[in-house]
C-alpha cells in the first residue's frame, strides 16, 4: 500500500475556542498548532483564517501571514487553504487565497445543508469558476464532497475540463446535511471514484477514528484536524491538533502503513512541488 498522507485541518471556520480552547485564532496560534501537527507527522495543512477575535476571513493578507508563520515552522509541509471559508461568504471572498498559487486548495463540489438553518451553497458555476481559476493558476484541487452526487459532479466537470486528472477527493463523512459516517457509506463513496484517483477521509465528530481507522485500512488517507473534531477520546478535549495526528500514526503503525513526508505526498498526489 502507498504510503498514509496525513492532513491536519488545524482551524476550520465555525469551530471556536468555546469548543475547544486550543482552536488557534492568531497568526502565532495557526503556526503553533501547524507545527505540532507537522512534527507529528501530517504532510497536509488545511487552512482556514481568523481575525484575532476569532471571526473567520479569507482575506489574502491574513492569508499570507499565516502561509509565512507556517513556513518558518514548518518548511516543507504542504499548505492547502480553503476556498469553503464559511458559510454565507461570497465568492469573490471565498477565493481569495488562490491568488498566493498555493500547491493545493480546497474545490467544494456541491451545495448541502450544515445544520440549523445554515447552507453551504456551491452552485454549479460556482464550481467551474473556482475549477477554471485553479486550473490557470496551477493549483492542484482537492475535491470536498460531502455527499455521493458531489462526486458525480466532480466527473461531470472533469469531463467538460474544469478539474484535472488525477483527481484527489476528500469524503467529508458525518456533517448534519451530507452523507453518514459508515462502512457503508465510506465504502460506497470509495467505490464511485474514478481509477487513478486518490482519497482521504474525513471523519466528522466521534466518527473521526474509527473512520481514520478504515481509510487507513482500505489504502486512502486521512485528514484529522479541530475542524473536524475537537476531542482526542470520548469527553477527553486534545491538547492540540498535534495529539490527534498523533493518535492517527500510532493507528496507522498498528496496521502496518508507513507515513508520507510532504514530498512523498507531492509524489502521491503529483503535486508539481
Ligand atoms: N467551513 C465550511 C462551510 C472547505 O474548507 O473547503 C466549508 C469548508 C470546506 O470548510
Ligand atoms: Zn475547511
Redesign the pocket.
Known amino acids: 500500500m502507498e504510503k498514509l498522507i496525513i492532513t491536519a485541518?488545524i482551524c476550520?471556520?465555525?469551530v471556536t475556542k468555546k469548543h475547544n480552547i486550543n482552536v488557534p485564532y492568531t497568526v502565532e496560534e495557526i503556526g503553533r498548532e501547524a507545527e505540532s501537527a507537522y512534527k507529528a507527522g501530517a504532510s497536509i495543512i488545511?487552512l482556514?483564517v481568523r481575525n484575532d477575535d476569532g471571526t473567520?476571513t479569507q482575506d489574502i493578507n491574513r492569508f499570507e501571514e499565516c502561509i509565512k508563520e507556517i513556513r518558518r515552522r514548518c518548511p516543507d509541509v504542504i499548505i492547502q487553504p480553503?476556498?469553503?471559508?464559511?458559510?454565507g461568504m461570497s465568492n469573490e471572498e471565498r477565493i481569495q487565497p488562490i491568488y498566493l498559487k498555493p500547491e493545493m486548495a480546497?474545490?467544494?463540489c456541491g451545495t448541502c445543508n450544515?445544520g440549523g438553518d445554515?447552507i453551504?451553497i456551491n452552485t454549479e458555476n460556482t464550481i467551474k469558476e473556482f475549477g477554471e481559476k485553479m486550473i490557470s493558476l496551477g493549483v492542484k484541487p482537492?475535491l470536498?464532497v460531502f455527499d455521493k452526487g458531489m462526486i458525480d459532479m466532480a466527473i461531470r466537470l472533469h469531463n467538460k475540463g474544469y478539474i484535472k486528472a488525477p483527481m484527489h477527493y476528500n469524503f467529508?463523512l458525518g456533517v448534519n446535511g451530507g452523507i453518514s459516517a459508515t462502512i457503508r457509506d465510506l465504502t460506497f463513496m470509495a467505490g464511485s471514484i474514478p481509477s487513478g484517483s486518490t482519497f482521504t477521509v474525513s471523519g466528522i465528530g466521534k466518527s473521526q477514528f474509527q473512520m481514520a481507522a478504515l481509510s487507513i485500512a482500505m489504502g486512502g488517507h486521512v485528514r484529522v484536524g479541530f475542524?473536524d473534531n475537537v476531542y482526542i477520546s470520548k469527553g477527553v478535549l486534545a491538547k492540540s491538533n498535534g495529539e490527534l495526528v498523533e493518535k492517527v500514526v500510532r493507528i496507522a503503525k498498528e496496521i502496518g502503513r508507513e507515513i508520507a513526508s510532504p514530498d512523498e505526498a507531492r509524489k502521491i498526489l503529483q503535486l508539481k512541488g
Open positions: 485541518a476550520g471556520a465555525e488545511h482556514h473567520p480553503s476556498t469553503g471559508g464559511a458559510v480546497t474545490l467544494d450544515f445554515e453551504f482537492e470536498e467529508v475542524e
